[in-house]
């Protein structure tokens, strides 16, 4: 008769699961934070798998164990924005609100990194129906569904219209800072700009 103690030394160990099935999240971050970096520095049309593996510290093998090809990696990051979002501002006001969610989004699109990339990855999606798809559900989901709350909390407090047009006012919200951030990539804001835009898109808004 065996005792329990025999029986666990006899009985075969469980192995570890090892491989593919095993995927350490502090290495995914770094290939992540990775891409970003090798974004800024070469643009996507010269990013490497390799490249990315040696920014991050580890093997290819990693990276493709992640994502299929360089493509699919740089659509998981550029959807994984979306996911992140804009913190919705709750002021008390419509143009309080305006004016933290322009200071935030200002300051994430003037980052050098992000600076380097948004234009580079705009090029692509020109000639890329699966980046130009990624990069307006980033854009769509990230910047606009922060400012349909701002724009359903403003029509709880009777600020505007319940008729209000949503997709111009989408437009009048997003539109001015992204022209300057991005299209013409202006090297700095006038000082009281942030100001002035959200108290001319407030009013602009009470106008629809």
């Given amino acids: 008769m065996t005792?329990?103690?025999?029986?666990?030394?006899t009985r075969p160990r469980r192995?570890?699961?090892?491989?593919?099935?095993?995927?350490?999240?502090?290495?995914?971050?770094?290939?992540?934070?990775?891409?970003?970096?090798?974004?800024?520095?070469?643009?996507?049309?010269?990013m490497s798998i390799e490249g990315i593996a040696r920014r991050a510290g580890v093997g290819k093998t990693a990276v493709y164990r992640r994502w299929r090809s360089k493509l699919h990696l740089v659509l998981d990051v550029v959807s994984?924005?979306?996911?992140?979002?804009?913190p919705v501002p709750d002021t008390g006001s419509l143009e309080g609100?305006?004016?933290?969610?322009?200071?935030?989004?200002s300051r994430a699109l003037r980052h050098p990194v992000a600076s380097q990339i948004i234009p580079d990855l705009q090029a692509e999606a020109a000639r890329n129906p699966d980046i130009a798809e990624a990069m307006q559900k980033t854009l769509r989901e990230g910047q606009e569904g922060v400012a349909s709350k701002?724009?359903?909390?403003?029509?709880?407090?009777?600020?505007?219209?319940?008729?209000?047009?949503?997709?111009?006012?989408?437009?009048?919200?997003?539109g001015p800072l992204y022209w300057r951030s991005v299209v013409i990539r202006s090297p700095k804001l006038p000082k009281g700009y942030l100001a002035a835009l959200a108290r001319g898109t407030t009013e602009a808004l009470k106008a629809l």
């Fill in 3 to 9: 005792t329990n103690a025999e029986e666990s030394q």
């Fill in 15 to 46: 192995r570890a699961p090892a491989g593919a099935a095993v995927l350490r999240e502090d290495v995914t971050e770094a290939i992540r934070a990775a891409v970003f970096e090798e974004l800024a520095a070469v643009g996507y049309a010269r």
């Fill in 80 to 86: 994984a924005l979306a996911v992140m979002g804009l």
């Fill in 97 to 105: 609100d305006l004016r933290l969610l322009y200071e935030v989004t």
């Fill in 150 to 174: 701002i724009i359903e909390s403003a029509q709880r407090r009777g600020e505007l219209a319940a008729s209000l047009d949503d997709d111009l006012a989408m437009d009048l919200i997003s």
